[in-house]
Nanobody, 125 residues
């Protein structure tokens, strides 16, 4: 059973930075995608960034390119999301997810089987 636990959310002023972490357990497969998603109040859940576990292929939503960086520590089975130059529109609940397989649509929430409980990120002006 895959379990994902996020941490690192919080409140920050616009222009600031945060780093989210996602600790995975029961997760052993390489060549599968892990991703970060977010959901703001009244909006759908959108893909933010994804990385091929054990590889170096990354994908980003246009809205975060150049500001967010997804990375992984394979030995710790931990996924990270470094968020810089945060904007008020980045305010949302952020979720870590594991697809359980390779997918041609790594930023689509429908491709992911396992989800963390979420961590709140609030960016104030």
């Amino acid at each position: 059973q895959v379990q994902l636990v996020e941490s690192g959310g919080g409140s920050v002023q616009a222009g600031g930075s945060l780093r989210l972490s996602c600790a995975a357990s029961g997760f052993t497969s390489s060549n599968e995608y892990m991703g970060w998603f977010r959901q703001a109040p009244g909006k759908g859940r959108e893909g933010v960034a994804a990385i091929l576990f054990g590889g170096d292929r990354t994908h980003y939503a246009d809205s975060v390119k150049g500001r967010f960086t997804v990375s992984q520590d394979i030995t710790k089975k931990t996924l990270y999301l470094q968020m810089n130059s945060l904007k008020s529109e980045d305010t949302a609940m952020y979720y870590c997810a594991a697809a359980g397989q390779w997918t041609p649509l790594p930023l689509s929430r429908f491709e992911y089987k396992y989800w963390g409980q979420g961590t709140q990120v609030t960016v104030s002006i």
